[in-house]
């Protein structure tokens, strides 16, 4: 089990999000944990800015819905590694979008901007638990069956 420190942002009296530190291809990144998000998504510009080339991304030829749209053009990239505190795993496939909606909202609001969002997959997997209190993520080092 590895327990991971949580940062809570106030949106400006329009609710909180939980953001977490990620590294990934040796970069660090915010990454928002949300328990709404069926799929773990990452940022296709932030990504291109990181210096991940656009061959990197697969097109999945599907639209995606959700973040206030019905037709954003996905792809999807393999992760080497993700770490989030001393927790890792390897080999991760996941969603490509594009974020920046998000990111303006952020940077409207002075916010750091974000490489996407920790969801479901993740979180279910690998028996999250969030400590509010605490701010603390927890997540087990192996995936629960």
Known sequence: MQKIPLEIIDLQGDGY???????????DFNMVVDTGASKTVVDKNTLLHSGIPEEQFEDTNVLSTGLGTTNMQSFIIDIPELRIGEWKIKHFTTAVLDLSSINY?????????????????????FGAHIDYRKLLLTLRDRAVR
């Open 17 to 27: 999000h939980l953001l977490v530190k990620v590294n990934l291809f040796d970069h």
């Open 105 to 125: 909202a952020y940077e409207q609001m002075g916010l750091e901007p974000v490489i996407g969002v920790l969801g479901g997959d993740i979180l279910r997997r």
